[in-house]
């Protein structure tokens, strides 16, 4: 296989010219908090689910940081491709109890591929160490006015080349993971990692302390290209006692056909002062131990002399799918590390995913003893992978419920994903909603060999009663009719054909990933199929069929003529199409594949041909940590503001609600034009509006070309406008953003040297 990379500047571009550049404002209507999701309680077998809003987690990374200087440290969870999430610890007196708190991923730049928080600079601040453009780059920890955890722009790690004044990269390959430790215990922060063919480990030691520098540099040489005197070639275990790795040498990719993917974890696994390590690799399902001789023997060099293939022996062997990847870290605040074990890729187990072995002896003396592979898991809503809610009253008691369809959990023994629906009853009030988990296989659709999870349930047959519809993965389409008595009766659904058929008889298909929606979009009493597709289209299929038939035509491969993502490139929508608000307005919102909501106009026009008016390509600043979004907007305790709950590919689900009372008049108009001066500005940047005073209690945010929060810019409040000092920034296009009043402002400038 090859490795596979992404470039981050087009990425972050793309994302930043969708949020700089639309046309209306970006209003922040829906929020969410640590607070807030506390009030929507989640049951099953009696026991609460503290995080049951935190999304799901696939193939996540760990790290621990004070995020808020209240003298415990929190943890941060990265999943590639996808984002940080953050936790606070919660816990009174000793020991965690983590807790979501989604109000304060904003604070953390984006992160690529790896994550490492270690202090490097001496402040007592966690620096951010990832994969940049290429190789190693960190952004500098700080805390704020508020106390709160924050990071300068990234810079790049480089190394002193031997025999010249020039610099290189710290070269890591883009799956891997790097270690980041004090390796020879001298006071200043060493790296190793897998060459970029994974073959040879290759070390930089950082001489920062033996030239007396500041403590805020990192001064790395190559040290050697076969660190541990150890290598891994095609077989699981490592060849150990290596001598042959002359400096500099690039080792043949044919002596490796595994695709060199490694995530090594530094460890001192035996507690005798020097550094073991913890490969995990990406052929196989196990963790290998490997034993450092240093310390034992009194070695002059790193040198590894023994190795466990299937850690850990005498203990609880670890067998995770494809390629776990081990965290060294203080999970449980008792002082001393444990272990994290997460699948480094996404693909394989989706639930049984965080291995926890704590570490019950002490730092001198680790004991690591195996506790569960579903550490906070089982305190999440985590369907699988890809969930798809659906809010309605099931057991027709009054109360809306949350059903949420999926393509289910990993199963080890045929290595595929078996999709299933989930059912939570509301079990609260009308006016204080709580869920409580009553079945997680309902219908059974892995029996009935339905391989899908886009859930929607609508009345498509005319006859007062609602159907169930399930977008499957090959872009067909489940049909479940409902033989229930009457409306008032819970569904009895039964499939009635495990390929929905158009009024010709052949199989709707809609792409791959198909995402039904049951709507009357031509406004003649009658409900019609639309489909969200891969691509990014939706699909509408008329329905003229009497009452208790359906007779579907396709109209429109591009309903409303609209298209989410870019063009000739995955788009993957899932509609949703109702009230969003207190306006009493009908929207199509469209979950997209970045983690995003778009907002459209024109579904209600009653018009199958009418071209529909994107309004938001970022709505309410929504960007969560996930992809495939699937949206569903409910009033759920009757208070006028409506929820907002989403699914994504993580199998998890989203809690938002309204905060502000809407008028769209309003907001529109909210959005006034900001006043940006001078620009290009040098050292002192002017922010203020073209027509109206700048609330004070604005917020106001700087973000560079790449799309990452500048925080440490200083601000001052003066005269209704914003005095911003840039002076510290390097010089290149940067994004202003305002907030103030439920709205959003934004504009570019550029700042010169």
């Not at 419920?401 to 629906?421: E, V």
């Not at 006859?463 to 489940?478: F, H, S, T």
């Not at 969560?624 to 759920?636: E, M």
């Amino acid at each position: 296989m090859k490795k596979h990379t992404v470039n981050p500047a087009s990425m972050m571009l793309a994302l930043l010219m969708a949020f700089s550049f639309s046309s209306k404002a970006q209003s922040e209507i829906y929020q969410s908090s640590k607070d807030y999701l506390a009030t929507m309680k989640v049951m099953a077998n009696g026991i609460e689910k503290p995080n049951a809003w935190a999304g799901g987690q696939n193939s996540p990374q760990f790290a621990i940081a004070d995020i808020n200087k209240d003298g415990k440290d929190d943890l941060i969870i990265f999943e590639n491709y996808k984002g940080v999430k953050t936790f606070l610890n919660v816990a009174h007196g000793s020991g965690t109890e983590y807790r979501y708190a989604p109000e304060l991923e904003y604070k953390f730049p984006d992160v690529y591929n790896f994550i490492k928080m270690v202090d490097y600079n001496c402040d007592g601040v966690p620096d951010l160490f990832h994969f940049g453009y290429s190789g190693l780059w960190v952004c500098d920890g700080f805390y704020d006015d508020n106390n709160l955890i924050t990071f300068k722009p990234m810079k790049e790690i480089r190394y002193q080349r031997q025999g010249t004044t020039g610099t290189s990269n710290v070269t890591i390959s883009p799956s891997d993971n790097p270690g980041i430790e004090d390796i020879d215990h001298d006071g200043d922060l060493d790296v190793v990692s897998y060459s970029i063919w994974g073959t040879f480990i290759t070390s930089w030691k950082n001489v920062k302390v033996e030239q007396n520098l500041p403590c805020d540099t990192f001064a790395l040489e190559l040290e050697t290209t076969c660190w541990g005197k150890a290598l891994q070639g095609v077989a699981r275990t490592h060849q150990l006692g290596v001598t042959d790795c002359p400096p500099f040498r690039q080792p043949d990719p044919g002596q490796k056909i595994d695709d060199g993917n490694n995530a090594m974890c530094l460890v001192d696994i035996d507690g005798d002062g020097d550094f073991d390590f913890l490969d995990g690799n990406n052929q196989y399902s196990d963790i290998q131990l490997v034993i450092n001789g240093k310390r034992q023997y009194g070695y002059s060099i790193d040198t590894m002399i023994q190795q466990d293939t299937t850690w850990q022996i005498g203990g609880h062997k670890l067998t995770m799918p494809k390629f776990p990847s081990a965290y060294w870290l203080d999970i449980d605040g008792d002082g001393d590390r444990d272990l994290l074990i997460s699948p480094k890729l996404d693909g394989t187990e989706n639930y049984k995913c965080i291995a926890l072995y704590e570490n019950q002896g002490t730092v001198n003396a680790p004991n690591f003893v195996y506790q569960t592979d579903t550490f906070l898991m089982e305190g999440m809503i985590d369907a699988g992978t890809n969930s798809y809610p659906a809010i309605y009253d099931y057991d027709k008691d009054g109360l809306q419920d949350l059903l949420i369809g999926t393509m289910g959990r990993y199963n080890a023994t045929s290595g595929t994903t078996m999709s299933r629906i989930v059912y939570y009853k509301n079990t609260g009030t009308a006016t204080v909603p709580e869920f409580t988990l009553q079945n997680d296989n309902l219908l059974n659709l892995e029996s009935q060999g339905i391989d899908g999870g886009a859930i929607t349930i609508g009345d498509l047959d005319n006859d007062g009663l609602d159907e169930l519809l399930i977008g499957r993965k090959n872009g067909n389409i489940a049909y479940f009719r409902n033989n229930a008595a009457n409306a008032a009766t819970q569904p009895d659904w039964q499939l009635w054909q495990r390929e929905l058929t158009n009024q010709a008889g052949t199989a709707i298909r809609a792409n791959n990933f198909a995402a039904p929606l049951v709507y009357d979009v031509d406004k003649d009493g009658i409900k019609d199929l639309i489909v969200g597709t891969q691509i990014g289209y939706l699909q509408y299929y008329k329905n003229s069929a009497a009452s208790g038939q359906i007779a579907l035509n396709k109209q429109a491969d591009s309903l409303g003529k609209l298209k989410v993502g870019p063009y000739q490139q995955v788009g993957t929508c899932t509609p949703f199409i109702g009230k969003i608000d207190n306006s009493g307005k009908e929207y199509l919102m469209m979950g997209a594949n970045d983690g995003t909501i778009q907002r459209w106009e024109g579904i209600d026009s009653g018009d199958p041909n009418k071209t529909y008016t994107r309004l938001d390509t970022f709505y309410s600043n929504i960007h969560i940590k996930g992809r495939n979004v699937a949206p569903v907007f409910a009033d759920l305790n009757n208070d006028g503001k409506y929820e907002l709950f989403m699914g994504n590919d993580l199998g998890g689900i989203n809690l938002y609600r309204q905060v502000w009372n809407v008028d769209v008049k309003d907001v529109a108009k909210a959005a006034s034009k900001l006043s940006i001066y001078p620009n290009p500005a040098m050292d002192v940047l002017n922010v203020g509006m073209s027509d109206k005073i700048i609330p004070a209690k604005s917020t106001v945010r700087i973000y560079t070309s790449m799309g990452q929060l500048v925080s440490s810019t200083p601000m001052q409040y003066r005269d209704n406008a914003w005095r911003i000092d840039i002076s510290a920034l390097p010089a290149g296009m940067y994004l202003c953003s305002v907030y103030y009043n439920g709205a959003t402002s934004t504009a570019m400038f550029s700042k010169t040297k």
